[in-house]
T-cell receptor, first 113, second 115 residues
Framework: DAGITQSPRYKITETGRQVTLMCHQT?????MFWYRQDLGHGLRLIYY???????DKGEVPDGYVVSRSKTENFPLTLESATRSQTSVYFC????????????FGPGTRLTVL | AQKVTQAQTEISVVEKEDVTLDCVYE???????LFWYKQPPSGELVFLIR??????QNEISGRYSWNFQKSTSSFNFTITASQVVDSAVYFC????????????FGTGTSLTVIP
């Protein structure tokens, strides 16, 4: 199906473990983004990518790693998960210019015990 | 710096009432874009509208309308004759020309429409 998908939708892990959240879009959008949503903070940008092999930090990048070897995929890795990384993670994509509206995936709810 | 403030954390209205959600922004950019998104209880984020800084015309889409006023740095959202399906969290967001790839979201307003 066309659109933007995230996997897994739910994940429970333990402190110190590595976790990778997947994001896939079928629109061939240049820009992709990772946000985390926490109560009282709205959505905060973790990392974004303007094209394959081009990534940049957002507002809250510490503890996260991203890569973008293919235009359609933008995985987010928590190298050593901490409880403060318990959150809902949203992936988004947008078209040619970063000023366009962003289209969001369904989110991944991550719990770090 | 870019900043979006949604001072109303939670609003409750009775069905068929009108409700306005406030959004105030700060930016040094002369070219910028403002957005509204809806997050229903199911959790997905749904794009509602985009407005650029050069277009101050109000926008109406069915029961939804938006009032953009550069003089007060506000981009308010009004729902007319609210319905239970309007219950959701609404986010206002800003992106600026100089930080064009980054969205800055407000903390959201949770709207509950009581039948």
């Amino acid at each position: 199906d066309a659109g933007i998908t995230q996997s897994p939708r739910y994940k429970i892990t333990e402190t110190g473990r590595q976790v990778t959240l997947m994001c896939h879009q079928t629109w061939s959008h240049s820009y992709m983004f990772w946000y985390r949503q926490d109560l009282g903070h709205g959505l905060r940008l973790i990392y974004y990518s303007a094209a394959a092999d081009i990534t940049d930090k957002g507002e809250v990048p510490d503890g996260y790693v991203v890569s973008r070897s293919k235009t359609e995929n933008f995985p987010l890795t928590l190298e050593s998960a901490t409880r403060s990384q318990t959150s809902v993670y949203f992936c988004a994509s947008s078209g040619l210019a970063g000023y366009n509206e962003q289209f969001f995936g369904p989110g991944t709810r991550l719990t770090v015990l | 710096a870019q900043k979006v403030t949604q001072a109303q954390t939670e609003i409750s209205v009775v069905e068929k009432e009108d409700v306005t959600l406030d959004c105030v922004y700060e930016t040094r950019d002369t070219t910028y874009y403002l957005f509204w998104y809806k997050q229903p209880p199911s959790g997905e984020l749904v794009f509602l509208i985009r407005r650029n800084s050069f277009d101050e015309q109000n926008e109406i889409s069915g029961r939804y309308s938006w009032n953009f006023q550069k003089s007060t740095s506000s981009f308010n959202f009004t729902i007319t004759a609210s319905q239970v399906v309007d219950s959701a969290v609404y986010f206002c967001a800003l992106s600026g020309f100089e930080t064009g790839n980054q969205f800055y979201f407000g903390t959201g307003t949770s709207l509950t429409v009581i039948p």
